[in-house]
């Protein structure tokens, strides 16, 4: 077990202690080293039990809870808190805006045990009458309960790409196997996974059919398969799977066919033909670029297949142009241990240039975010002095100093201005009061857009794909004040936010606004989330020359330097 998995697991037993009332000072102890765990300020992973003891912070006990999880999984603790607690218990626990207090309340005076005991009971009424919930906490719970369940069986496409890659690698090997593509959804890559879907070129469906039934990480489910669809589910993790064949010779109209959305596949580009009508006039292709070049287009890649902006792209020549990872020359976005981050900010700036990225952005979280270490002016300081030892060390690499600056309710920035123009750049964000109205949450996007000192927009909905939904907010408002006002809107490319969504991203382009493919790393590793914000940014028909962060070193130094003298000026 590695340490994000020995991570989950002592935080669900600091979740089961404070339901079941045990000792404070033992959660309190355990909750300050699984922080220091978490933050990376030490590292658990292949230690003995004598070295884990020398860490600070953890002593016998917790060293023997980590060896145990490593070998077993598991510890005693936890497997005597787990005996005690109903199983439907740990689903109500990870409800969002549920803490162990809240969910002892509900097991105590209304005995819910389950998130479908609970919802019935926020639905009478019920929950509402207990003391400290009231009636926004019930409709609160509601809608994550909603959310819960319309995401039921999803995926990021993130968390599916290395099973997935995996199991095509294992299917090539069958000596019946001519070729196998992602198609669907998922060779579409979108954000969202329901079920992934592939398409087997082979000279013998039945053999390759057989073939597919004795992997044992696949599990077929023979009432919805026919002879020509193999249908089913891969075990782990658990997402639901199709298996689609054809001839080899047919394999590339195949892989269209199956590739795109049914609006894109009925598009009409020959007066009243529709693509696949053409396409469908040849019977064999040597591959996609002729297929659609029978159709008077260029190669329409893969992920833009979607019936919404790729035919005007085609069009207008800009197919060409979308956004790929080598245009993008610095990472902007980015946390280090001086807030929330796992790694020091030389470590940080260290991976980037090694990288081959011209520049890194750093951007700690401002000190109204308390709970993730922000910064505190004398801290700011600090970090500037270090930037600036670091950036002649590191030259021509430069780290540009930045600050992810939380939004405060009334829509104001977190410092005052003569902090506020220390930075580089400013990337300013939502992190709280996330239960706005439209025209609220809308109105407190436009003052912060407002402000001279915000040079990016981040996350602008705040929302977490299958977590939670973004705060409502009118895009086009929002989209049209960064014009306005020269404002850069964040892709946020973690996988579970990718926020703004890829289809505002054309709004944005056509407005003038142009937006900024930043990680939000917390780590090194978080680095490599860049090329989902490349794939969202291209879904939504992104542009090199509208890529805020394919500017050059140079470019960038001129484009903030310019922007910091107009504050002066104004």
């Known amino acids: 077990?590695?340490?994000?998995?020995?991570?989950?697991?002592?935080?669900?037993?600091?979740?089961?202690?404070?339901?079941?009332?045990?000792?404070?000072?033992?959660?309190?102890?355990?909750?300050?080293?699984?922080?220091?765990?978490?933050?990376?300020?030490?590292?658990?992973?292949?230690?003995?039990?004598?070295?884990?003891?020398?860490?600070?912070?953890?002593?016998?006990?917790?060293?023997?809870?980590?060896?145990?999880?490593?070998?077993?999984?598991?510890?005693?603790?936890?497997?005597?808190?787990?005996?005690?607690?109903?199983?439907?218990?740990?689903?109500?626990?990870?409800?969002?805006?549920?803490?162990?207090?809240?969910?002892?309340?509900?097991?105590?005076?209304?005995?819910?045990?389950?998130?479908?005991?609970?919802?019935?009971?926020?639905?009478?009424?019920?929950?509402?009458?207990?003391?400290?919930?009231?009636?926004?906490?019930?409709?609160?719970?509601?809608?994550?309960?909603?959310?819960?369940?319309?995401?039921?069986?999803?995926?990021?496409?993130?968390?599916?790409?290395?099973?997935?890659?995996?199991?095509?690698?294992?299917?090539?090997?069958?000596?019946?196997?001519?070729?196998?593509?992602?198609?669907?959804?998922?060779?579409?890559?979108?954000?969202?996974?329901?079920?992934?879907?592939?398409?087997?070129?082979?000279?013998?469906?039945?053999?390759?059919?057989?073939?597919?039934?004795?992997?044992?990480?696949?599990?077929?489910?023979?009432?919805?398969?026919?002879?020509?669809?193999?249908?089913?589910?891969?075990?782990?993790?658990?997402?639901?799977?199709?298996?689609?064949?054809?001839?080899?010779?047919?394999?590339?109209?195949?892989?269209?066919?199956?590739?795109?959305?049914?609006?894109?596949?009925?598009?009409?580009?020959?007066?009243?033909?529709?693509?696949?009508?053409?396409?469908?006039?040849?019977?064999?292709?040597?591959?996609?670029?002729?297929?659609?070049?029978?159709?008077?287009?260029?190669?329409?890649?893969?992920?833009?297949?979607?019936?919404?902006?790729e035919f005007d792209l085609a069009k207008s020549g800009k197919i060409d142009h979308l956004v790929v990872d080598n245009d993008l020359r610095g990472i902007l976005h980015n946390h280090s241990t001086y807030s929330d981050g796992k790694h020091t900010l030389r470590q940080m700036a260290e991976h980037c240039r090694d990288l081959g990225y011209e520049y890194l952005g750093i951007s700690d979280h401002s000190r109204t975010a308390f709970y993730a270490g922000g910064l505190e002016i004398e801290r700011v300081q600090q970090q500037h002095r270090e930037i600036d030892l670091l950036n002649q060390e590191l030259a021509p690499f430069r780290i540009f100093k930045g600050i992810e600056s939380d939004i405060l309710i009334d829509g104001s920035l977190d410092y005052p201005e003569d902090v506020l123009s220390t930075f580089d750049f400013v990337v300013a964000s939502v992190h709280s009061s996330l239960n706005m109205d439209v025209k609220k949450a809308t109105q407190r996007l436009l003052k912060a857009i407002e402000s001279p000192y915000t040079t990016i927009l981040g996350h602008p909905t705040g929302r977490l794909l299958l977590r939670r939904g973004g705060y409502p907010i009118d895009h086009k408002a929002i989209i049209q004040a960064c014009a306005d006002h020269g404002v850069v809107i964040e892709i946020n490319a973690n996988p579970w936010r990718l926020d703004l969504d890829w289809r505002w991203v054309q709004e944005a382009m056509d407005k003038g606004v142009k937006l900024s493919i930043n990680p939000d790393a917390h780590e090194m590793e978080g680095y490599a989330d860049m090329r989902y914000g490349v794939i969202a940014g291209r879904k939504g028909g992104l542009t090199k020359d509208m890529t805020f962060n394919a500017l050059s070193l140079k470019e960038m130094e001129t484009y903030l330097q310019q922007r910091k003298n107009s504050i002066k000026k104004s």
């Open 1 to 309: 077990m590695d340490a994000d998995h020995i991570l989950r697991q002592l935080k669900l037993t600091i979740k089961l202690m404070e339901l079941h009332d045990e000792n404070p000072f033992k959660i309190r102890s355990l909750q300050s080293a699984v922080n220091n765990i978490d933050r990376g300020e030490i590292d658990i992973e292949g230690k003995s039990p004598q070295e884990l003891q020398n860490l600070h912070g953890i002593g016998k006990s917790l060293a023997d809870t980590i060896v145990s999880l490593q070998a077993t999984g598991s510890f005693p603790g936890l497997d005597e808190l787990l005996a005690k607690t109903p199983s439907g218990i740990l689903e109500v626990l990870e409800i969002k805006g549920l803490g162990p207090k809240k969910v002892k309340a509900l097991w105590e005076e209304l005995n819910i045990t389950s998130t479908h005991e609970l919802m019935e009971a926020c639905q009478s009424g019920q929950v509402a009458k207990i003391k400290g919930f009231g009636e926004k906490t019930q409709e609160s719970i509601i809608q994550s309960l909603q959310f819960k369940e319309a995401n039921q069986g999803k995926w990021l496409y993130a968390d599916l790409e290395l099973s997935m890659d995996e199991l095509a690698e294992v299917i090539k090997k069958h000596s019946k196997v001519v070729d196998i593509f992602p198609v669907g959804e998922y060779g579409r890559k979108m954000e969202i996974i329901e079920q992934v879907e592939w398409l087997i070129a082979t000279d013998d469906r039945k053999q390759v059919i057989r073939a597919l039934s004795d992997i044992d990480s696949l599990l077929q489910d023979r009432k919805i398969s026919s002879p020509f669809t193999w249908r089913g589910k891969l075990k782990s993790p658990e997402v639901k799977m199709a298996f689609h064949f054809t001839d080899p010779a047919d394999l590339v109209l195949e892989k269209i066919v199956r590739t795109a959305s049914k609006a894109h596949l009925l598009h009409h580009v020959e007066g009243d033909k529709s693509l696949v009508e053409i396409i469908r006039e040849e019977p064999h292709y040597y591959d996609e670029s002729e297929a659609y070049q029978k159709a008077g287009l260029p190669l329409i890649p893969a992920e833009i297949r979607e019936g919404l902006i």
